[in-house]
């Protein structure tokens, strides 16, 4: 309901192993009858405004293990081209 109401938002990817984060803004919409991803029920379209690259940003670093155990397996069935 949030991005419906307003489609202002951002999202963060940090990067445990340098400590960089990207930070992407822009406006979200929330696509309630798309039918290219198979089972899903919605889908959020982001049109990206701006973009912001931060070396060494986090504080600490950290190092990948294993995935958890309680992770799903993912299938997807979609093929790039239809994106």
Do not use: W
């Not at 309901?1 to 930070?23: A, E, M, S």
Request: charged share 25%; with cysteine; hydrophobic share 35%.
């Amino acid at each position: 309901g949030n991005i419906h109401k307003n489609p202002k938002c951002g999202i963060t990817f940090p990067d445990f192993d340098t400590g960089d984060v990207l930070q992407l803004t822009g406006e979200a919409f929330i696509l309630f009858n798309e039918k290219s991803l198979p089972g899903a029920q919605r889908m959020v379209k982001f049109h990206v405004k701006e973009v912001r690259h931060t070396r060494a940003a986090l504080p600490f670093k950290s190092q990948f293990l294993e995935y958890s155990p309680y992770s799903p397996e993912v299938e997807c069935k979609s093929s790039a081209s239809k994106l």
